[in-house]
Each structure stands twice: as structure tokens, then as C-alpha cells.
């Protein structure tokens, strides 16, 4: 398993530093948004947005610099980028400082398939690739834990 270089680098810059706000892309269909993001953008205040979307092997998450753009897919709808900062997940995190990181592995996949953050109010950010799907939770469900067999490497 390769660790992705890019996201240690970017999460050892925003460490200790706060989340200002929190994007997301979303396919829109028959003017319905989906559930889950197809991407899901964090913006510290000392470094770029920082990307996170779904690899294509279906089971790592994959990191990049580049901006989230919405498009247009005709009759299969669009994609669409949302300000998601005031969704329950995220709410309690935005203008809050970044105390920790880790990189979320799965066993099973054999793949880096998250990221884990805490902050300074105690509160907490997974973002996980589960089945080519991104989820977000504050904390990981149990059954997840041990189907996956997730661990966690600390980048902090």
C-alpha cells in the first residue's frame, strides 16, 4: 500500500490551524441532490482547498489541490458545488482549530480509504471511501470498524 504523499503534506500544513469552510460537488437529478458528496472540499485559513473524492479502484480516497467545479449532464442531470459549512456534520468544526490527523486504512481494501480529524472542541471529522461512496461521520460506526478493519496512522 502506497501512502498518499500529497494529503500528508497538505494535513501537516493545516494542523493547527482553523477550518474556515467546507464545500461540497453533488449530482443533482430531477432538481433532487444525492445524499453523499462525489467531493468534499476543506478550506484551512493557511494553505489551498484541499480535495478529497473517491479513487478509481473503488475503495481508496484520493487528494488533490485542484478546485471543485460543478458541470452540466445533460439529460443525467449535473453536478452542482454546495457551501455544506452549516450541515450538522461540519457545523460544529468550521472556525474550529485542527489538533489531529490520521490516515484512514482498511484492511479489507488494503487502501488508505480515509482521513480522521479532531479538533480543538473535542469534536470530530471522518471522511471515508466506503464502496465508491463518500461518507461523512463524526465517529466511525463500530460495524464499520471491524468490517473494514480500519486503523489509523497519525500524520500529526
Given at each position: 500500500m502506497r501512502l498518499p504523499?500529497?494529503?500528508?503534506?497538505?494535513?501537516?500544513?493545516?494542523?493547527?490551524?482553523?477550518?474556515?469552510?467546507?464545500n461540497a460537488l453533488f449530482h443533482i437529478f430531477a432538481s433532487e441532490r444525492d445524499s453523499s458528496p462525489q467531493e468534499v472540499g476543506l478550506q484551512f485559513n493557511v494553505a489551498e482547498l484541499g480535495k478529497l473524492y473517491c479513487g478509481s479502484d473503488?475503495?481508496?480516497?484520493?487528494?488533490?489541490?485542484?478546485?471543485?467545479v460543478g458541470c452540466d449532464l445533460g439529460e443525467y442531470g449535473r453536478?452542482?458545488?454546495?457551501?455544506?459549512?452549516d450541515e450538522p456534520c461540519f457545523s460544529n468544526i468550521v472556525g474550529r482549530r485542527l489538533?489531529?490527523?490520521?490516515?484512514?486504512?482498511?484492511?479489507a481494501e488494503d487502501a488508505v480509504i480515509g482521513i480522521a480529524l479532531?479538533?480543538?472542541?473535542?469534536?470530530?471529522?471522518?471522511i471515508l471511501n466506503l464502496g465508491d461512496e463518500l461518507f461523512v461521520y463524526g465517529e466511525i460506526p463500530e460495524e464499520i470498524m471491524i468490517s473494514e478493519g480500519l486503523g489509523?496512522?497519525?500524520?500529526s
Open positions: 504523499e500529497l494529503m500528508i503534506s497538505w494535513l501537516l500544513t493545516v494542523l493547527g490551524t482553523k477550518l474556515l469552510s467546507v473503488g475503495a481508496s480516497l484520493c487528494f488533490s489541490l485542484d478546485p471543485i453536478q452542482d458545488v454546495f457551501r455544506i459549512s489538533v489531529s490527523a490520521s490516515l484512514v486504512q482498511s484492511s479532531s479538533f480543538d472542541n473535542g469534536a470530530r471529522l471522518s489509523f496512522i497519525s500524520v
